[in-house]
């Protein structure tokens, strides 16, 4: 006779002390429930990826390759109510570590009126963190080492010749 075993976790692991797990979503609860946040992706602000890939908004109000740490950062900053998670986006086809990362922030107040009224939308706050994010220190001190392999790179795009194919 097999017994059966419920498994809590490895004891003294290193799994950290957490929120605690969502519950099903229903219609009753409040918006101060993190079921009631909103969810934002990296991807739907990278400048990367396309509108088939989650891209939300046009190319020129994104950003190349956004993290959930800078996006968290850009929010905290605006005093929003931002829970980051382990998630992955269902459409990224990378499982990589490095790919995972979702933010939900508390939009409304109990009553349903907005907790910022000048970013009350997913929208407005998806425009916000495109325009916030390449302004960020982390973001600025990369730019030099950026510019530099672009302009070695595309040195070296000039010399080939023959056809290739258009796209």
Do not use: F
Request: glycine share 6%; charged share 30%; net charge positive.
């Amino acid at each position: 006779m097999a017994t059966m075993h419920a498994h809590p976790g490895h004891p003294g692991g290193s799994r950290m002390p957490g929120p605690p797990p969502l519950t099903p979503w229903s219609p009753d609860k409040k918006h101060s429930d993190r079921e009631r946040w909103v969810c934002v992706y990296p991807a739907y602000i990278n400048r990367k990826k396309s509108r088939q890939e989650g891209r939300r908004l046009p190319k020129q109000c994104c950003v190349d390759d956004p993290t959930p740490q800078e996006i968290r950062d850009v929010l905290v900053a605006l005093n929003m109510n931002v829970l980051v998670e382990l998630k992955q986006y269902p459409r990224e086809r990378s499982r990589e570590l490095h790919c995972r990362g979702r933010i939900r922030v508390q939009l409304r107040q109990d009553d349903g009126t907005p907790l910022n009224t000048e970013y009350a939308t997913r929208d407005s706050i998806l425009l916000h963190l495109g325009k916030m994010i390449p302004q960020l220190k982390s973001r600025q001190t990369k730019a030099p080492e950026q510019t530099q392999a672009s302009t070695s790179s595309s040195a070296g795009h000039s010399q080939k010749k023959g056809k290739g194919k258009r796209r």
